[in-house]
C-alpha cells in the first residue's frame, strides 16, 4: 500500500498500553475537531470528533481532550491494540473557512506486540 | 455498502496528456471534496463543491479543476499534468458541513498519480 508514514513524529508503544497522540492547531476560530486514522493504503477514517464548547469527550476505548487555552488536542488510546498501527490525524473547521478541514501534519502510531 | 468510490486506483502518465480520476458516493452527499497526500504536507484540499454547479477553491488549485454536473459524481481534471502533480489523492463526501453540527466526512481509497 501507499505510505504516508515518511517525515512524520512517530510513537512507538507496547501492546496493552495506553498512547497519547498530541495535535496544536492553528485557528483560534475552529469550532470542531476532529481525529482520523489512515491505515496503510487506505483513505482517512474518522475516530472521534469534539465541538469547541467542550473539553472531553470518550468513545469506545478513545478519548480526545481539547485545551483551547493553548490551542492543543490529544487522543487517547487506551489498551493499545496492533490493528491500532496507523497514521493518525487531527483536523480542524472553521465556519470562518467556509467549514473547511484542515489537516494536522499526522503521527505514524506503531504498536509492538 | 456506503462508499465512495475513486478510479483509476493507480495511474502513471506523461507531462501534458489530459486525465480526468473519478469521484462517486451512494450515500447522497451534498458536499465532496478533494485532497492531494504528500510526505511532509498531510492533506491538502484542492476543490470542493457544497451541492450540484457549486464548486469552489480549496488551498491548492492550480492545475486542477472539477465538475458536478450530478450529486453523486465529482470528477478531478488535470487538463496539462506535471511532476509536481504526483500525489496521493483522496476524494471526501459529507452532508453538509456547519449549521450548528458536524457531519462526518466519508474518504475514498485514493488515487495513486504519477507524472513523468
Known amino acids: 500500500g501507499e505510505s504516508v508514514g515518511l517525515h512524520l513524529p512517530t510513537l512507538s508503544v507496547q501492546e496493552g498500553d495506553n498512547s497519547i497522540i498530541n495535535c496544536a492547531y492553528s485557528?483560534?476560530?475552529?469550532?470542531?475537531f476532529i481525529w482520523y486514522k489512515q491505515e496503510s493504503g487506505k483513505g482517512p477514517q474518522f475516530i472521534i470528533d469534539?465541538?469547541?464548547?467542550?473539553d472531553k469527550r470518550q468513545g469506545q476505548r478513545v478519548t480526545v481532550l481539547l485545551n483551547k487555552t493553548v490551542k492543543h488536542l490529544s487522543l487517547q488510546i487506551a489498551a493499545t491494540q496492533p490493528g491500532d498501527s496507523a497514521v493518525y490525524f487531527c483536523?480542524?473547521?472553521?465556519?470562518?473557512?467556509?467549514?473547511?478541514?484542515?489537516f494536522g501534519k499526522g503521527t505514524l502510531l506503531t504498536v509492538n506486540p | 455498502e456506503a462508499q465512495v468510490t475513486q478510479n483509476p486506483r493507480y495511474l502513471i502518465t506523461v507531462t501534458g496528456k489530459k486525465l480526468t480520476v473519478t469521484c462517486s458516493q451512494n450515500?447522497?452527499?451534498?458536499?465532496m471534496s478533494w485532497y492531494r497526500q504528500d510526505p511532509g504536507l498531510g492533506l491538502r484540499q484542492i476543490y470542493y463543491?457544497?451541492?450540484?454547479?457549486?464548486?469552489d477553491k480549496g488551498d491548492v488549485p492550480e492545475g486542477y479543476k472539477v465538475s458536478r454536473k450530478e450529486k453523486r459524481n465529482f470528477p478531478l481534471i488535470l487538463e496539462s499534468p506535471s511532476p509536481n502533480q504526483t500525489s496521493l489523492y483522496f476524494c471526501?463526501?459529507?452532508?453538509?458541513?456547519?449549521?450548528?453540527?458536524?457531519?462526518?466526512?466519508?474518504f475514498g481509497p485514493g488515487t495513486r498519480l504519477t507524472v513523468l
Open positions: 471526501a463526501s459529507s452532508h453538509p458541513l456547519g449549521g450548528g453540527s458536524y457531519n462526518e466526512q466519508f
Open positions: 469534539i465541538r469547541s464548547n467542550m
Open positions: 463543491s457544497m451541492n450540484v454547479e457549486v464548486t
Open positions: 450515500m447522497n452527499h451534498e458536499y
Open positions: 483536523a480542524e473547521i472553521s465556519p470562518r473557512s467556509n467549514y473547511k478541514l484542515t
Open positions: 485557528n483560534s476560530a475552529s469550532d470542531y
